[in-house]
């Protein structure tokens, strides 16, 4: 069925970099928006970024903006956040996540496992 799977993560020093994916799986991206989260431990999730079915919109946290961008691959099937210059507070499980008429804001249908993110020396 319908799925997504999130890679990418791992160890890395502030003001390094890091490329998710998150690769869809069931469906096409071309009928859904994709939103990328974080959830770092006690805290709630948040939104970092977002892009539109059509690919052609794109939104970022105030926190990201300027560090992270969000792309999509259609051959592929996938969607990617870019990392650059990381911070310890982006130290976070990362999750991917789909809705057929989403950009930036309602419920999601479909989630991703989360990889994890860990920024530190």
């Known amino acids: 069925q319908l799925q997504l799977v999130e890679s990418g993560g791992g160890l890395v020093q502030p003001g390094g970099s890091l490329r998710l994916s998150c690769a869809a799986s069931?469906?096409?991206?071309?009928?859904?928006?994709i939103g990328w989260f974080r959830q770092a431990p006690g805290k709630e999730r948040e939104g970092v970024s977002c892009?539109?079915?059509?690919?052609?919109?794109?939104n970022y946290a105030d926190s990201v903006k300027g560090r992270f961008t969000i792309s999509r691959d259609i051959a592929k099937n996938t969607v990617y956040l870019q990392m650059n210059n990381l911070k310890p507070e982006d130290t976070a499980i990362y999750y991917c996540?789909?809705?057929?008429?989403?950009?930036?804001?309602?419920?999601?249908?479909?989630w991703g496992q989360g990889t994890q993110v860990t920024v530190s020396s």
């Open positions: 892009i539109s079915k059509s690919g052609s919109n794109t």
């Open positions: 996540a789909a809705q057929r008429n989403y950009f930036c804001s309602g419920p999601m249908e479909y």
């Open positions: 069931g469906f096409t991206l071309r009928n859904y928006g």
